[in-house]
């Protein structure tokens, strides 16, 4: 499972994660903690269409620390 409350019946798992048609835009801060990599990691190899960028210098909050490069990034996928 990817996030979910212990017991919670309706976790986010691999089956789900491949079914998804859309694309994906997964964005990491470089100094993102290694359980956010992780599930990242995880999430990537169940649908493989995924796309991972990381912010170089930022934490997992890269919205605040690199606001600019990233909103360029997000823009940049939806014009795709």
Same mark, same amino acid.
Do not use: W
């Given at each position: 499972p990817y996030a979910a409350h212990p017991g919670d019946e309706t976790r986010f798992n691999c089956s789900d994660a491949g079914r998804i048609r859309q694309p994906v835009l997964l964005?990491?801060?470089e100094k993102t903690g *290694?359980?956010?990599r992780e599930i990242v990691?995880?999430?990537v190899t169940c649908a493989p269409g995924t796309r991972t960028i990381v912010l170089p210098g930022s934490r997992h909050v890269m919205q605040l620390d690199a606001p600019e490069p990233?909103? *360029?990034m997000v823009l940049e996928f939806l014009g795709e």
């Amino acid at each position: 499972p990817y996030a979910a409350h212990p017991g919670d019946e309706t976790r986010f798992n691999c089956s789900d994660a491949g079914r998804i048609r859309q694309p994906v835009l997964l964005v990491l801060g470089e100094k993102t903690g *290694r359980d956010f990599r992780e599930i990242v990691s995880r999430f990537v190899t169940c649908a493989p269409g995924t796309r991972t960028i990381v912010l170089p210098g930022s934490r997992h909050v890269m919205q605040l620390d690199a606001p600019e490069p990233m909103a *360029r990034m997000v823009l940049e996928f939806l014009g795709e």
